[in-house]
């Protein structure tokens, strides 16, 4: 299990959306810990359709200075798993603060589970699971997946394309800083569940609601283009539930995750993570 850690942004480090964000994230702990709920996956589905319909909105962590952003009304696919991962492991302990979904916001989101500057947010899946992995936060199933598969790439899509970030289009000390990150990614090998597989039995079966899932890509420099979580239909077939550009908002997709994935010729296929419990 993750080792309780000390909240180390303060409140004057924080951002929020607004001032109904700690009124909102303190109900839905009471909803989750009124539900009995204890299972961290169980956690994670529930909280996902209490989240239901919340508005896709990009780029809410980027400002002038790296702050502790707080935004449960506006999420993108990645501030949606930070979001159900902050809110379950504040559940799993019989909490319903916000200053406990903040500690565990900042624990998820940042390297060492501190926030420092912008070089210490956990840009990249493959560094996020990495880190999270390290300190107990998270475990990674993709291996352990039917027909899963290792594959080889090199992640340095930001310092490649360092104009279309703001915090990194004129400040070459931060480039530098985000290019020893990746250096660590050099020719870095990664499991991967191939899409052509999404509907194969044992796979539906080895998969479970409330995983969290990574869409992996074929561009170049890059590892995970995607995010969201598994929920299953009535027949076992798996279907993502997401933060959605295209929706515009969190929505569960109507086709299986096999048939989205077939026809994007960019993607490889998955993985897959859970909450350590």
Known sequence: MAALMPQAATVAQMRFHCESDTIRIGELL?????SGLTEANALVSFYAHRLLGTPYVGHTLEGDTEMLTINIHELDCTTFIETLYALTRATMERRVSWRDYARHLESVRYRGGTMGDYSTRLHYISDWIVDNR???????????????????????????????????????AMVEKIRRVESGYTNHRMPLLPKSWLQDKRVEQTLREGDFVGLMTTTRGLDISHLGIVVKDKKGHL???????????????????????????????????????
């Open 30 to 34: 009471k909803e989750g810990r009124d």
């Open 134 to 172: 390290s300190r107990g936060n998270l475990v990674e199933v993709t291996p352990d997946v039917p027909h899963s598969k290792y594959t080889v790439k090199t992640i340095d899509f930001m310092t490649t394309h360092a104009d279309n970030y703001r915090s990194l289009k004129n400040d070459s």
């Open 239 to 277: 279907h993502l539930l997401d933060a959605s550009s295209s929706g515009g908002k969190v929505m569960e997709e109507t086709p299986t995750l096999r048939d989205q994935l077939r026809n994007y010729k960019s993607n490889l296929g998955i993985r897959v993570f859970r909450i350590n419990p």
